[in-house]
Protein backbone atom coordinates (compact mmCIF):
# COMPACT_ATOMS: atom_id res chain seq x y z
CA UNK A 1 0.00 0.00 0.00
CA UNK A 2 1.43 3.57 -1.14
CA UNK A 3 1.66 6.23 1.50
CA UNK A 4 -0.65 9.57 0.81
CA UNK A 5 0.91 12.58 1.29
CA UNK A 6 -0.78 16.06 1.69
CA UNK A 7 1.47 16.87 -1.47
CA UNK A 8 0.16 14.32 -3.72
CA UNK A 9 -3.30 13.59 -2.42
CA UNK A 10 -5.79 14.31 -4.94
CA UNK A 11 -7.74 15.91 -2.43
CA UNK A 12 -4.98 18.90 -1.87
CA UNK A 13 -4.71 19.18 -5.62
CA UNK A 14 -8.28 19.76 -6.06
CA UNK A 15 -8.72 23.50 -5.65
CA UNK A 16 -5.80 23.88 -8.58
CA UNK A 17 -7.23 21.18 -10.46
CA UNK A 18 -10.75 23.58 -10.24
CA UNK A 19 -8.80 26.39 -10.59
CA UNK A 20 -7.87 25.64 -13.60
CA UNK A 21 -10.74 24.65 -15.46
CA UNK A 22 -12.67 27.73 -14.18
CA UNK A 23 -9.72 29.67 -16.54
CA UNK A 24 -10.19 27.64 -19.49
CA UNK A 25 -13.94 27.75 -18.60
CA UNK A 26 -14.57 31.66 -18.70
CA UNK A 27 -11.99 31.51 -21.43
CA UNK A 28 -14.51 29.83 -23.57
CA UNK A 29 -17.04 31.84 -23.00
CA UNK A 30 -15.20 34.90 -23.88
CA UNK A 31 -15.65 38.76 -22.84
CA UNK A 32 -19.91 38.29 -23.36
CA UNK A 33 -21.64 38.32 -20.29
CA UNK A 34 -22.93 35.26 -18.56
CA UNK A 35 -24.07 33.52 -15.46
CA UNK A 36 -22.18 30.03 -15.26
CA UNK A 37 -20.65 27.63 -12.74
CA UNK A 38 -17.28 26.43 -13.43
CA UNK A 39 -17.13 24.20 -10.27
CA UNK A 40 -20.61 22.87 -11.18
CA UNK A 41 -20.07 21.54 -14.69
CA UNK A 42 -16.65 20.24 -13.60
CA UNK A 43 -18.77 18.40 -10.59
CA UNK A 44 -21.20 17.26 -13.57
CA UNK A 45 -17.97 16.01 -15.67
CA UNK A 46 -16.31 14.30 -12.74
CA UNK A 47 -20.05 12.64 -12.13
CA UNK A 48 -20.27 11.39 -15.73
CA UNK A 49 -16.66 10.56 -16.36
CA UNK A 50 -16.58 6.90 -14.46
CA UNK A 51 -19.46 6.25 -17.43
CA UNK A 52 -17.12 7.47 -20.16
CA UNK A 53 -14.78 5.36 -22.16
CA UNK A 54 -12.43 5.20 -25.15
CA UNK A 55 -10.92 7.98 -26.29
CA UNK A 56 -13.68 10.23 -24.47
CA UNK A 57 -12.52 9.35 -21.44
CA UNK A 58 -8.82 10.99 -22.11
CA UNK A 59 -10.36 13.76 -23.30
CA UNK A 60 -12.22 14.13 -20.03
CA UNK A 61 -9.42 12.92 -17.76
CA UNK A 62 -7.68 16.33 -19.88
CA UNK A 63 -10.67 18.20 -19.33
CA UNK A 64 -10.66 17.29 -15.41
CA UNK A 65 -7.02 18.26 -14.92
CA UNK A 66 -7.17 15.05 -13.06
CA UNK A 67 -8.16 10.87 -13.62
CA UNK A 68 -12.01 10.29 -12.74
Known sequence: ????????S???RL???VAAYARRFHA???DQHHV??????????A??????????AQQVTEALGMPA
Do not use: C, R, Y
Open 47 to 56: MAAPAINGAD
Open 1 to 8: MTETTPET
Open 36 to 45: ASPLGAWLVL
Open 15 to 17: PGV
Open 28 to 30: AVG
Open 10 to 12: STA
